[in-house]
């Protein structure tokens, strides 16, 4: 095996290991805690992205490693978390022999995973024994950002406790390594108390700039112009290790890890391979869980009150079920309400469906109608033959009834695609394309109109005088009618495909917002952290108007915590 590029004594410094997603970050991190592993050393991994229980494996993703590593939460889970669980995950971690990954990826907000780390870092400070631990933060910036904008909330005092940690760590035994893939957004006060610097492939100038508060207060300016100069180019898996207080400055390319990838992404058109992990022994563990837990309720007044009052309102609910309990009349009454709901909207919806099979045969009909309708004259009709042998009677010439005004008619329309103007034709395709109706200003936004222009009101205007549309501005919607002259359209893709589809129609903006939520389905992210992670200002009128776009076209939810819709998703 190669000569592995940090030396051991440097396994102890507070390490900052940098670099752009696929760059080998992650790995080259890893190949550094097997290695305090196969000593015995103790490991904890917060990780946001569910990408580290691989060390429990060897690298062919079969046989079990030697590595005693609990996992906490996740689809790999030994034992399940939730965000209320922090700290109580955080006194057991601090008294318990094994390392720990807590997998946070199941949490769905990133305001529940800020809520998690502040409790737990709070506890395992406060109940640390001063034997030695590494604390290895994934994705850091996520607990120490550069900027925070809510200067009261959790993000805040989750900063500060990680700059306790990282500063003062060293008394309680704990050493912090630093791992991100975007040091412009990585606190520069946590940054700044590293001891050396592990950076991978980096090609953003902000990213590269944000290193240079590191460098002006460790190494030398002119070493680390040159460092800066070269991250651009780097090789997956290549680096540059620079520990000043060791002498140490080099290019270097990582070894392989002993243990499975599992922050491997899979290559386009190959399977994701599923993997399940063996299980511990975790007897002694949930024991101490269990103490722990019996511990901290005994000594939370708090935490009492709260058990008491939730008992009681309990109560209250269980008293008030009793006595305001609705008799059968009533159930039976409100379900066949449900029953009658569902199948008109269902008969709404399959009639709809119908017309649009039949509208190439519908042309007839129309205008048989109108014919019935207005009194004109059918088209002759070819004659019976006589079946009988009647002899015929005598022809004589027939006197010429007076002649009559033939009434007015409604021309009639093709229903196979009747001549409509542009903007009526879009409306009716895009009321065809969701039978349930849409609001006014979404039908603006789907047909690219301005919700008062005139062009815009004209359409809707002459479709609802042709009986084409029924409905007021909260919800219009196409009528029989509409889909006949309308003719074919093409119907809403289905499933992932309609995510690409509104990707491919929205703006930029909207785009950057709606693919960002998408990527974290179904979790959801702040206001501020979508802006950061889309590129714009959290106040600027462009993003803040994409969002609402978004929000009118019911592609996402919420205000303060944002989610991509699971409509995109079906």
């Given at each position: 095996m190669s000569r592995h590029p940090i030396p051991d004594a440097a396994l102890d410094d507070r390490l900052g290991i940098v670099g752009m997603t696929g760059s080998g970050k992650t790995y080259g991190a890893g190949t550094c805690v097997e290695r305090i592993l196969a000593k015995r050393g103790r490991v904890i991994i917060p990780d946001p992205l569910g990408v580290w229980w691989g060390l429990r494996l060897l690298s062919d993703g079969r046989t079990t490693s030697a590595l005693d590593v609990v996992v906490f939460g996740g689809p790999h889970a030994d034992l399940p978390v939730s965000p209320q669980h922090g700290a109580l995950i955080g006194e057991t971690v601090a008294g318990m022999r094994e390392s720990a990954i807590l997998d946070l990826s199941g949490f769905?907000?990133?305001?529940?995973?800020?809520?998690?780390?502040?409790?737990?870092?709070?506890?395992?400070?406060r109940k640390a024994t001063g034997e030695p631990v590494h604390l290895v933060f994934d994705e850091a910036d996520l607990w120490a950002p550069e900027r925070i904008l809510d200067r009261e909330g959790d993000a805040t005092k989750l900063h500060g406790m990680m700059q306790t940690v990282v500063r003062r760590g060293r008394v309680k035994g704990l050493t912090s390594w630093l791992i991100s893939q975007r040091p412009a957004a990585l606190s520069k006060s946590v940054l700044s108390q590293v001891d050396g610097l592990v950076a991978f492939r980096l090609t953003a100038s902000q990213d590269r700039k944000a290193l240079g508060a590191w460098i002006e207060g460790q190494a030398d300016k002119a070493e680390g112009a040159a460092m800066l100069g070269g991250?651009?180019?780097?090789?997956?898996?290549?680096?540059?290790?620079?520990?000043?207080?060791?002498?140490?400055?080099?290019?270097?390319?990582?070894p392989p890890k002993a243990t499975w990838d599992s922050s491997r992404s899979p290559k386009r058109g190959e399977k994701r391979t599923s993997i399940d992990l063996p299980p511990l022994d975790l007897g002694?563990?949930?024991?101490?869980?269990?103490?722990?837990?019996?511990?901290?309720?005994?000594?939370?007044?708090?935490?009492?009150?709260?058990?008491?009052?939730?008992?009681?309102?309990?109560?209250?609910?269980?008293?008030?079920?009793?006595?305001n309990m609705p008799d059968a009349t009533a159930l039976a009454e409100a379900e066949r309400r449900g029953y009658d709901a569902g199948y008109a909207a269902g008969v709404g919806n399959g009639r709809a469906q119908v017309l649009v099979l039949l509208a190439p045969y519908s042309k007839g009909l129309v205008e048989t109608m109108d014919r019935l309708r207005t009194g004109a004259a059918a088209p002759p009709i070819s004659p019976v033959e006589s079946r009988g042998a009647m002899p015929a009677a005598p022809c004589r010439p027939a006197t010429p009834a007076p002649a009559r005004a033939a009434a007015p008619r409604t021309p009639s329309v093709a229903a196979a695609g009747a001549t409509l103007p542009k903007a009526e034709r879009l409306v009716l395709t895009v009321l065809a394309q969701y039978p349930d109706g849409r609001a006014k200003n979404q039908i603006a936004i789907l047909t690219g109109y301005a919700v008062d222009g005139g062009g815009f009101n004209n359409a809707i205007s002459a479709a609802r005088s042709a009986g084409r549309l029924e409905g007021s501005g909260d919800r219009l919607r196409i009528t029989d009618r509409g889909l006949a002259d309308l003719g074919t359209f093409e119907p809403l893709p289905t499933g992932r495909a309609l995510l690409q589809h509104w990707l491919g129609k929205l703006g930029k903006?909207?785009?950057?917002?709606?693919?960002?939520?998408?990527?974290?389905?179904?979790?959801?992210?702040?206001?501020?952290?979508?802006?950061?992670?889309?590129?714009?200002?959290?106040?600027?009128?462009?993003?803040?108007?994409?969002?609402?776009?978004?929000?009118?076209?019911?592609?996402?939810?919420?205000?303060?915590?944002?989610r991509a819709s699971d409509a995109l998703f079906g």
């Open positions: 769905e907000t990133a305001a529940s995973e800020r809520r998690f780390m502040l409790a737990f870092l709070d506890a395992l400070y991250l651009p180019t780097k090789a997956r898996g290549e680096a540059v290790v620079w520990l000043p207080a060791r002498g140490i400055l080099a290019d270097v390319a990582f002694s563990l949930k024991e101490r869980l269990a103490a722990v837990e019996a511990e901290t309720k005994a000594n939370d007044p708090k935490a009492l009150r709260a058990e008491v009052a939730d008992l009681k309102r309990r109560l209250a609910s269980n008293e008030a079920a009793k006595i903006a909207e785009r950057a917002a709606l693919s960002g939520l998408a990527e974290i389905h179904p979790r959801a992210m702040s206001k501020d952290e979508l802006a950061a992670r889309a590129g714009y200002e959290p106040s600027g009128g462009g993003f803040n108007n994409a969002l609402s776009r978004l929000r009118t076209l019911e592609l996402i939810e919420g205000r303060g915590e944002l």
